[in-house]
């Protein structure tokens, strides 16, 4: 049975508290998350962004292009994982088990709203101003922190400054060596 977790797009925006005690009670693996949730979320912004080089003509070159879409799903995969490899690590520090397949959740499902603007914001540059779309991925980690891992009030402006520095971090981490790496590759071509 195909599950089709895209269908918690409209309830996240509708009434998140709702649908994270929701989400927290499905036995949703990593594994189906990564396939039936981020997955094509990913694909979908990687082709609004390939769109957006072919409309705009912005560094139109096969190879480039190319490069940027495979570049910008491993980045996507690997924040929202390393991510939640390291947060797992931390909440012990919240009174809190580790328990991998909740923060994976709960990243997972809060990062569609910063994804997706991201897609779309690329198909031109006067779209921009949708990346403020993604300031919604952080209301979504807030109530799903509280809902999802039960976070102590006490504790959950901490959990979600530092997790927002984790993620940020390794954005900018993976990013840079990704491009590094992706741009000799492209030099030596």
Request: aromatic share 14%; with cysteine.
């Amino acid at each position: 049975m195909k599950m089709n977790l895209l269908k918690t797009i409209p309830d996240l925006i509708k009434s998140p508290k709702k649908t994270w005690l929701f989400i927290k009670a499905e036995s949703y693996s990593t594994k189906n998350i990564i396939k039936n949730f981020l997955f094509p979320i990913i694909i979908a912004a990687s082709i609004l962004k390939l769109l957006g080089r072919f409309i705009n003509l912005h560094d139109f070159s096969i190879i480039n292009t190319t490069l940027s879409f495979f570049a910008f799903i491993f980045i996507s995969f690997s924040v929202i994982l390393i991510s939640g490899l390291i947060i797992n690590e931390l909440l012990p520090k919240f009174k809190l088990e580790k328990n991998l397949n909740l923060v994976i959740k709960l990243i997972s499902f809060s990062s569609f709203p910063a994804i997706i603007a991201n897609g779309l914001s690329s198909l031109h540059p006067h779209f921009s101003f949708l990346n403020i779309i993604s300031l919604y991925t952080i209301i979504l980690f807030w109530t799903g922190a509280i809902q999802c891992l039960q976070i102590p009030k006490e504790h959950t402006t901490g959990f979600v400054l530092i997790s927002l520095i984790i993620v940020a971090t390794s954005l900018f981490i993976i990013s840079f060596t990704t491009m590094t790496v992706f741009l000799s590759i492209f030099f030596n071509l």
